[in-house]
């Protein structure tokens, strides 16, 4: 057990220094949107330093006191010192700091997120479960034409239909804001319900799978019922590709509210960043590039880790190859 859990300290140190290359990645994307989007930095500071149009002169001068005129590998390299600090710059619209914006806006994104992912978990595996069960039957055949459905409808669109419906012609739940009860119903819907088609697809043809297993076979010559074999031998096999699959769910719907937010006015990071690209908030956009990859890197590290404590089979072969 103690060889075991070095091993698994191990290969949990070798994940976290494979995120290091990944992490420089994001942080030159994100430096180049602030840097190769068009408009001027230097520009856009001093025309709203000022009520009247900018002179040369003047956007000279902020240039040189934001060192822009600095060469790029220079500029990149003290922008990811301060990144690596946690010092993500300062919002050119309110001059506060970027990652106190992003801090103060995530609980929202969040919260939308979270209820969409129960959503779709709730939605997902009993309609997975029984098309699985009732292969090839009217149920299954529901459950399926269900799933593409819900997967192909765009959030966008997905979004104003459930205003339409549930605000508009019922009255049930607000059209848009935070404040009022129920507020975080329709966005989350919105975002749950296409994860719930794509988990609903993975779990059906993952439990199918297990089903066809010699164990399976095993198991039901034994004379066990049918129902002791599902939940008990089929469904915990099953599971393990669709927790694996449901990290990176979860990374989408915290992404996918950026339009989302937008529909229903949801104060969360997806709106903060749609209004910095009105604005042209170069810093605040480079932010949201580097805290949101990041949040979906640490995400997908907890899968990986979890994911061999649900699997003994290959926890003991990545112990094995780790030793």
Same mark, same amino acid.
């Given at each position: 057990?103690?060889?075991?859990?070095? @091993?698994?300290?191990?290969?949990?140190?070798?994940?976290?220094?494979?995120?290091? /290359?990944?992490?420089?990645?994001?942080?030159?994307?994100?430096?180049?949107?602030?840097?190769?989007?068009?408009?001027?930095?230097?520009?856009?500071? @001093?025309?709203?330093?000022?009520?009247?149009?900018?002179?040369?002169?003047?956007?000279?001068? $902020?240039?040189?006191?934001?060192?822009?005129?600095?060469?790029?590998?220079?500029?990149?390299?003290?922008?990811?010192?301060?990144?690596?600090?946690?010092?993500?710059?300062?919002?050119?619209?309110?001059?506060?700091?970027?990652?106190?914006?992003?801090?103060?806006?995530?609980?929202?994104?969040?919260?939308?997120?979270?209820? *969409?992912? $129960?959503? *779709?978990?709730?939605? *997902?595996?009993?309609?997975?479960?029984?098309?699985?069960?009732?292969?090839?039957?009217?149920?299954?055949?529901?459950?399926?034409?269900?799933?593409? !459905?819900?997967?192909?409808? /765009?959030?966008?669109?997905?979004?104003?239909?459930?205003?339409?419906?549930?605000?508009?012609?019922?009255?049930?739940?607000?059209?848009?804001?935070?404040?009022?009860?129920? *507020? @975080?119903?329709?966005?989350?819907?919105?975002?749950?319900?296409?994860?719930?088609?794509?988990?609903?697809?993975?779990?059906?043809?993952?439990?199918?799978?297990?089903?066809?297993?010699?164990?399976?076979?095993?198991?039901?010559?034994?004379?066990?019922?049918?129902?002791?074999?599902?939940?008990?031998?089929?469904?915990?096999?099953?599971?393990?590709?669709?927790?694996?699959?449901?990290?990176?769910?979860?990374?989408?719907?915290?992404?996918?509210?950026?339009?989302?937010?937008?529909?229903?006015?949801?104060?969360?990071?997806?709106?903060?960043?749609?209004?910095?690209?009105?604005?042209?908030?170069? /810093?605040?956009?480079?932010? !949201?590039?580097?805290?949101?990859?990041? $949040?979906?890197? $640490?995400?997908?590290?907890?899968?990986?880790?979890?994911?061999?404590?649900?699997? /003994?089979?290959?926890?003991? @072969?990545?112990?094995?190859?780790?030793?």
């Amino acid at each position: 057990m103690e060889k075991a859990g070095t @091993a698994m300290n191990r290969y949990i140190l070798i994940r976290l220094l494979s995120l290091i /290359p990944l992490w420089l990645g994001i942080s030159m994307l994100a430096f180049s949107l602030g840097n190769f989007a068009p408009g001027d930095p230097a520009t856009i500071i @001093a025309q709203r330093l000022s009520d009247v149009p900018p002179s040369a002169e003047q956007i000279a001068a $902020v240039r040189r006191d934001l060192h822009l005129d600095d060469p790029l590998p220079v500029r990149y390299v003290r922008w990811l010192g301060r990144a690596m600090q946690g010092d993500l710059g300062r919002s050119y619209r309110t001059n506060e700091p970027v990652l106190s914006e992003l801090a103060t806006h995530f609980p929202a994104t969040l919260q939308i997120a979270c209820l *969409a992912f $129960v959503i *779709a978990i709730v939605i *997902a595996l009993p309609m997975g479960i029984l098309a699985a069960v009732r292969r090839g039957s009217w149920l299954d055949q529901l459950a399926r034409l269900a799933a593409l !459905f819900g997967a192909s409808l /765009p959030n966008y669109w997905l979004g104003y239909l459930l205003i339409l419906v549930f605000a508009l012609a019922l009255g049930w739940l607000p059209v848009a804001g935070r404040e009022r009860t129920g *507020a @975080a119903v329709l966005p989350a819907l919105t975002l749950g319900l296409g994860a719930a088609a794509t988990l609903a697809r993975l779990m059906r043809s993952s439990l199918l799978e297990v089903l066809s297993e010699d164990f399976i076979r095993t198991a039901r010559a034994k004379g066990l019922p049918e129902r002791t074999v599902i939940v008990s031998h089929a469904l915990k096999g099953a599971l393990i590709p669709v927790v694996t699959v449901s990290g990176i769910v979860f990374g989408h719907l915290l992404g996918g509210a950026v339009i989302v937010e937008q529909i229903f006015a949801w104060p969360g990071i997806g709106k903060l960043l749609i209004d910095s690209i009105y604005d042209r908030d170069y /810093p605040m956009i480079q932010g !949201f590039v580097v805290f949101m990859g990041t $949040v979906f890197t $640490v995400i997908n590290l907890l899968v990986d880790v979890v994911y061999p404590l649900l699997d /003994p089979q290959i926890r003991f @072969a990545r112990w094995r190859t780790a030793n």
